[in-house]
């Protein structure tokens, strides 16, 4: 049931019989009649030629003992009282003009007829006897603005009210110079409040941080019992009369819905009304004891009564299934209860590495929400331990990412891996060394490099072997026994432009250019197969040659028989050359000027270039990325710099940065974080420490702006930062609390608060120093 009115609304109230809903806006003040099918206008309390502000309307509210008494809170600072059984036609009561800007809550005592409480956006609250033509008392809340005021429903003297800067304070109206209790409620502005009617200490409150809180008062210290997380700002909050645990929120923008919430279940509402096309201005239940009425006011002009039994569920359209990682590697996830009873029955098979599951079948009758539950619960736990992520912290603080040569870099990284026991990491590191590092700096007994024929791809011979690893193997050069009928020459002429590459089985090695089969290595042979090398096998016609003395020192001297170009050729159509005869195969320059340097240096241009390995590198840092090891993906990144982050693309570069930023900040590590920040190069990365901190200082008494860079207030006149414990104006570090605004000197407060938890101030709030 709805109507529709002349004006946006700000507020509704209903009188105590539940008859008649009065709706007051800027531009609309209305009694309604109640009727089964629909909405009566009774009364417009508009009245008069000219429009007053006085009739614009905040907040409006009926009193609950006298059914012709109304109170309205006006924009201008005034709160006007109704008297609807006066006989003439305006009925206007009475008017207290004592605020000095917007008014906007008013709340009648609930026992008391003649009391009346308004809270205003300059920072006060006032309360009234109807009696009398003045306030009775007023009270400051040292804030900028209050947003609500209710007196407590079980406590007669005894009234809440919530501010801008987060504070609730609980007052008693016999005490107006200080309040009974404060404490921040909201991370940001509170604006709404409500006593539980049944349970005499429980305060819901709501605020701009898109919260809900349930607070026990009773306790010495405010107690949050429940918090329910909403979508949008909460502008009003109303308990549900007869259900304990349910509420009724709605937004000050964006969502235009009321929710009904159980505050045991905080993240999916029990009912929700979708028939507003505006925001939600004012909700209040119909009935103390009736619990299926709702009636709202909106901006867009109507005027609805919901019932509870035709509200949307959302439980109803919420997914069965749910999938969640836990902070230490536990998974939880929830399915229907046919799906775990199968996975229940499976047998394990070989290899399964999955640990102990724990399924909880049946929810407990006892607990809330039995009745609505469709789906089981099932957690895989990791072994004790097994989640632990002291890995990642000392690898962030233990690697290196700039400030030395790459080679260092990569072998740094490749050592701290590999004492945390992460091989595969490490592997990846002396991999990123050999490709982009110098060969000279590689170690032979590291590398192992084969190929087919035919290959194209293969590394050269130079890059796997050093000339000092040779010079003690051709010290040991020896001869093939001829006497066996092998008349193939004892060495073979190395050129130049071949490229020379052993196999890791040693048994047969191919040239590109050279059509002979030649060895290099140590090949175990048969005795009788070798014989020492003796002058008496050395043809005469043969000329003698020796290896240059600056290429490597000799242990002695080595003697070689050249072979001509028609050995070459008779050996073409040779057997492959067995294990035994390779042990003693020999490498002979074609002339006497031809050393062993000039092929290292020929083989060592022919080396692919770094740029041939950038995609397998790509391809690397998006594995290592989609693994979720984001932290070896931005530390290569910033190791290899520019051979490598002109192949990956910048919004993927800036989520990896950002990813990995959340990571060490969550961990607390700050300093690896600003470094990981300095080295980025993507904008929206190194922008984020470059941002300045702006601190907006309010003057301690007057609680305005400090507009000037002094320390006396421009308005008030007085020193803004006054330490509480010594009085003394504070010229250096001034800590304060963020609840009540009070501090001083770092070690005067410091030192106060080793003694007692109390404001050194006086105003009775509990200050924390963490």
Known sequence: MHCHLDAPANAVSVCRDAAQVAVAG????????????????????????????????ADVVWHQMDENLLATAATNGVVVTWNLGRPSRNKQDQLFTEHKRTVNKVCFHPTEAHVLLSGSQDGFMKCFDLRRKDSVSTFSGQSESVRDVQFSIRDYFTFASTFENGNVQLWDIRRPDRCERMFTAHNGPVFCCDWHPEDRGWLATGGRDKMVKVWDMTTHRAKEMHCVQTIASVARVKWRPECRHHLATCSMMVDHNIYVWDVRRPFVPAAMFEEHRDVTTGIV?????????????????????????????????????????????????????????????????????????????????????SGLASSALSVFETEPGGGS???????????????????????????VARELGRNQVAQTWTMLRIIYCSPGLVPSANLNHSVGKGSSCGLPLMNSFNLKDMASGLGSETRLDRSKGDTRSDTVLLDSSATLITNEDNEETEGSDVPADYLLGDVEGEEEELYPLDPEHVHPEEPEYVLPQEAFPLRHEIVDTPSGPEHLQEKADSPHVSGSEADVASLAPADSSFSLLSISHTLYDSRLPADFFSVLVCDMLRFYAEQGDVQMAVSVLIVLGERVRKDIDEQTQEHWYTSYIDLLQRFCLWNVSNQVVKLSTSRAVSCLNQASTTLHVNCSHCKRPMSSRGWVCDRCHRAASTCAVCHHVVKGLFVWCQGCSHGGHLQHVMKWLEGSSHCPAGCGHLCEYA
């Open 26 to 57: 800027r531009s609309i003040f209305k009694i309604y009649a109640i009727e089964e099918e629909q909405f009566v206008e009774k009364l417009n309390l508009r009245v008069g030629r000219k429009p007053s502000l006085n009739l614009s309307c």
């Open 285 to 369: 239940w119909r009935h103390p004891h009736d619990p299926s009425f709702l009636l709202s006011g909106s901006k867009d002009s109507t005027l609805c009564q919901h019932l509870f039994r035709d509200a949307s569920q959302p439980v109803e359209r919420a997914n069965p299934e749910g999938l969640c990682y836990g902070l230490f590697g536990d998974l939880a996830f929830a399915a229907k209860e046919s799906l775990v009873a199968a996975e229940s029955g499976r047998k394990p098979c070989a290899g399964d590495r999955r640990h102990t599951i724990f399924f909880k079948r049946k929810l407990d009758s006892a607990e809330p929400f």
């Open 389 to 415: 992520m002291s890995w990642f912290v000392d690898t962030a603080e233990r690697y290196a990412l700039a400030g030395r040569p790459l080679a260092e870099l990569c072998d740094h990284n490749a050592k």
